[in-house]
């Protein structure tokens, strides 16, 4: 290797002369190569709080416009805030007050690879599990889809709640069944401090969740992770005058933190501690308990959920 280099040197001085000695004069130094373009830094967004709500709703009109809403490719689910891919599995701890006692509390979301369709819009079937004390208090399949313009839209739930392990009630709501409407549990690019929005509605349950955004730039640490650049949306409803939930969502994850203001008797807290990617067993199994749960609502919702389109499993091999 030592001689190679030397003879390139050699080469390049004959080079040098042969050039000064047609020009009459030193040759210019060359030019210094450009120096290489700093590195990307992420792009922080400044905190910022929106002022306290101020709003009067009109309840039973003010609700999104779902007809409106255009939905090629609904169970394709990628919005940033709210991102549902088959097989992930969300586990929160934390904790929330129940009969007046501060309990241990145990939440788990799972993304299942069935699908239903409601009101005309194919929706994915998310999977609940609520545990209180160690012991569950509900189960609970969601129905969500994708418009698209990116916002997600809740378009109807089964939840069965439990006391002593039997079920107590099952206080379902379905889009376009009984009055009920869809409602966006988040949208695609959530304004600080914008007018709220309905996550759905329905006269009978009765649901009348509403949320809107209370901060933005937020970090926000839990077990999963930090994360920067959140959002922080204000949940409320028209049964628990002065009760606000409070839900952060990261970019790229979902939601992370649950926490509470105001008068809300359930002083629910939740962190996220882990996200999981199920193996097939583990989605074979969150597949069996949705359509459980789907046969239960079935014969015990006969007058919402028995009017439903039967969930689809995926191909075979899909």
Not at 154 to 162: D, F, K, M, N, S
Request: aromatic content about 8%.
């Amino acid at each position: 290797m030592g001689g190679r280099r030397g003879a390139t040197v050699a080469l390049g001085l004959v080079l040098v002369g042969t050039i000064a000695g047609c020009g009459g004069g030193a040759s210019p130094p060359a030019a210094a190569p450009p120096p290489p373009p700093p590195a990307a830094q992420p792009t922080v967004t400044p905190h910022a709080t929106a002022p306290p709500l101020a709003e009067t709703i009109d309840w039973p009109n003010q609700l999104e416009n779902f007809e409106a809403a255009t939905f090629s490719n609904p169970t394709r689910i990628d919005n940033t805030w709210y991102p549902l891919k088959p097989g992930t599995q969300f586990v929160y701890e934390g904790f929330s007050d129940l009969q007046g006692e501060r309990v241990e509390h145990r939440f788990v979301q799972t993304v299942t690879d069935l699908t239903k369709p409601i009101n005309g819009v194919r929706s994915v079937v998310v999977w609940d599990q609520d545990f209180q004390g160690g012991e569950l208090a509900e189960a609970e399949i969601a129905f969500n889809a994708q418009s698209d313009a990116g916002d997600v839209w809740r378009l109807g739930e089964y939840p069965q709640v439990y006391e002593g392990g039997q079920i107590v009630e099952t206080p379902t709501w379905i889009a376009g069944i009984a009055g009920a409407r869809a409602g966006i549990t988040i949208k695609k690019e959530p304004q600080l401090g914008g007018p709220s929005y309905s996550q759905g509605w329905s006269p009978t349950v009765p649901w009348t969740d509403r949320a809107r955004v209370a901060q933005v730039g937020v970090t926000d640490c839990v077990p999963q992770g930090c994360y920067q650049n959140g959002i922080v949306t204000e949940e409320f409803n028209r049964e628990e005058s002065g009760a606000i939930q409070l839900k952060y969502y990261a970019p790229g994850v979902g939601n992370t933190r649950v926490d509470f203001t105001g008068t809300d008797a359930t002083r629910e807290q939740l962190e996220l501690i882990k996200v999981v990617q199920l193996d097939p067993a583990g989605l074979a199994e969150a597949r069996a308990q949705a359509l459980e749960l789907e046969k239960s609502g079935y014969e015990r919702s006969r007058a919402v959920y028995a009017l439903t389109t039967p969930i689809e499993q995926p191909p075979a091999g899909g």
